[in-house]
């Protein structure tokens, strides 16, 4: 299947973009010179895909090869990503949860090892892991937190704090650092250790048995580590995928995976009195509770919400804000209440993710990554995502599978596909009248009918 768009690989965006403003003063002047739109120039300049031959025009303007630009840089060569912060208060990052971390404090505190936390983006896994980190930092002699933001992580990013050094160049004939795993478990074990872990799922690769890590050198360290007589240190994962399973699943005290959900309501609605928004009558308290429910306690959303309103200048912030967007959200509300609706909606265009800039920058922008990430490892996983996105309402899983059966000759395949979107959390998943049905979150959903017709034309046309 033929690639129609190309878009600048996030290590690249710093140069693309600080090229555009030497030679540009904005956006509009650049899209006017080349007879292109404004969201086409947009989407350039933030690493979104765009036509391939419109990507090559802005690429020879700017005289930049487009077949580099859309590569990963060399290991050395990579911008650093920034630390993770153990600042718990930290109001971008964390929220509440505070029965779950009393009970993952006791998981951690007992015989678990590693402590995976999984779930859709935005859903308060990194905030989580490093409420959990920060409060059990006094217990350990030392905390690492690091972050895997890039397409090529290296297990040296993990050998380096620990041992002080990485494993050989790949000049020396010897880069592999897998011998260097058991001097790496047995430094933990020495020294207890807590290890933060952030977004995982950029270090696996998905399988038809389901995610495994890219580098072995990863699944050795962590089968070790379960496997030790003694472990005194602590690792915290967090992840979109479902990590694989670790020595072959015989250590199930050892190792635990908790999965997030949204907000529940008590929890959301102290969410906006952090930032200092309180309903100031009933008519605000029931508009709050039900952007909750719209969102389904999404907390990124929410958070960015609460800061909107926060800068509100004038009382009864939140009836100003639903007067602004209200409108946005009773239309979500009637496409998942409304009974006399059709089952089907491809004309749907909810507006969760993109009602305000915030919105789009902070919501829309995560979750058309993760899109773009399916699309990339799961082809048939992303088009069943798109097509599933029709439905208003949880359906059988049989619907999900029949959706895509005429696109493939092994009728293994949907089921495989369904599973992908079970292994990346992308599937919500209820109690219906002939037992468990799924669908997609609503802020998943527009992305994925906004997609919906090029999926169906790109695998049409390799047919």
């Known amino acids: 299947m033929a690639l129609r768009s190309q878009s600048i690989h996030p290590h690249h965006l710093d140069q693309v973009r600080e090229t555009f403003k030497q030679r540009y003063p904005s956006q509009k002047f650049w899209a006017d010179r080349l007879s292109l739109s404004r969201d086409t120039i947009s989407k350039f300049l933030n690493g979104k895909p765009v036509d391939r031959a419109f990507f090559h025009a802005l690429c020879g303007d700017l005289n930049l090869d487009p077949g580099s630009i859309t590569q990963p840089l060399p290991e050395g060569d990579r911008p650093v990503p920034p630390p993770l912060t153990l600042d718990p208060q930290d109001e971008i990052r964390w929220v509440g949860r505070a029965d779950v971390v009393q009970e993952l404090r006791g998981v951690l505190e007992r015989d678990c090892r590693i402590l995976a936390l999984v779930g859709m983006t935005g859903i308060g896994k990194t905030a989580l892991a490093v409420k959990l980190a920060a409060d059990l930092e006094p217990q350990f002699q030392r905390t690492i937190a690091l972050t895997f933001d890039t397409d090529q992580p290296s297990f040296n990013q993990l050998l380096q704090p620990i041992l002080g050094r990485s494993a050989p160049p790949a000049d020396t004939g010897s880069a592999d650092p897998r011998p260097l795993v058991p001097e790496l478990v047995q430094a933990l074990q020495a020294t207890p250790t807590l290890v933060l872990l952030d977004m995982v799922e950029v270090l696996l690769v998905a399988t038809a048995d389901g995610f495994q890590f890219k580098d072995a050198a990863f699944t050795d360290f962590l089968t070790l580590v379960l496997q030790g007589d003694a472990f005194p240190s602590r690792i915290l994962l967090t992840s979109q995928d479902q990590p694989p399973t670790l020595a072959q699943g015989r250590y199930p005290s050892r190792s635990q995976i908790q999965r997030l959900a949204g907000l529940g309501e008590t929890e959301a609605l102290e969410l906006f009195e952090r ?189």
């Not at 029931?286 to 800061?307: N, Q, S, W």
């Not at 969760?352 to 993760?370: A, E, P, W």
């Not at 696109?407 to 219906?432: G, H, M, N």
């Not at 669908?439 to 017709?453: I, K």
């Open 275 to 463: 930032w200092d928004v309180s309903p100031e009558n009933a008519m605000e308290g029931d508009y709050l509770r039900r952007m909750i429910a719209i969102y389904e306690g999404h907390p990124l959303a929410l958070r960015v919400m609460a800061g909107e309103m926060a800068m509100v200048p004038q009382a009864q912030k939140v009836v100003a804000y639903w007067a602004e967007f209200g409108a946005d959200m009773e239309a979500v509300e009637r496409l998942k209440a409304d009974p006399n609706l059709d089952l089907w909606g491809r004309a749907d265009r909810p507006s969760l993710d993109r009602h305000s800039i915030n919105l789009t920058d902070l919501v829309k922008g995560r979750i058309f990554q993760t899109f773009q990430r399916l699309q990339r490892q799961d082809p048939l996983a992303c088009l069943m995502l798109c097509m599933g996105a029709v439905y208003r309402r949880s359906v059988e899983r049989s619907a999900w599978l029949l959706m895509v059966e005429d696109y493939v000759e092994d009728q293994d395949q949907p089921r495989l596909a369904f599973q992908s979107l079970q292994r990346r959390f992308l599937l919500e998943r209820d109690t219906i009248a002939s037992g468990m049905g799924y669908r997609l979150h609503s802020l998943v959903r527009r992305v994925a009918l906004d997609h919906l017709e090029q999926m169906e034309d790109d695998w049409d046309e390799a047919d």
